[in-house]
């Protein structure tokens, strides 16, 4: 059973940093298409960042690029989210996920593994 573990979320200003890490439980993590995703209180679960099995290929929505990076070690099994910039409406839960169906992905319906999800709260 593959398990996803995100952890480093919490409050900051706007104009902070954060750093989100998942851990993951899977067997070959290089297999996996991993991506991040958000949810803020009253809206839809939005992509943020995928990155390929190899995390040679990267992509980003158009709200977070330029500020939010997405990395993997693949030899610790985790994936990150580097988040500079932070703005108020970048506040949500954050999750993690994982897919071996796709290289390539920005729909949430096309992962099939989550994490429990961290929160992000930025103030102005």
């Known amino acids: 059973q593959v398990q996803l573990v995100e952890s480093g979320g919490g409050w900051v200003q706007a104009g902070g940093s954060l750093r989100l890490s998942c851990a993951s439980s899977v067997r070959i993590f290089i297999s996996y298409l991993m991506g991040w995703f958000r949810q803020a209180v009253g809206k839809e679960r939005e992509f943020v960042a995928s990155i390929s099995g190899s995390g040679g290929t990267t992509y980003y929505a158009d709200s977070v690029k330029g500020r939010f990076t997405i990395s993997r070690d693949n030899a610790k099994n985790t994936v990150y989210l580097q988040m500079n910039s932070l703005k108020p409406e970048d506040t949500a839960v954050y999750y993690c996920?994982?897919?071996?169906?796709?290289?390539?992905?920005?729909?949430?319906?096309?992962?099939?593994?989550w994490g429990q999800g961290t929160q992000v709260t930025v103030s102005s």
């Open positions: 996920a994982a897919t071996t169906m796709y290289s390539r992905s920005n729909s949430q319906y096309e992962y099939a593994y």
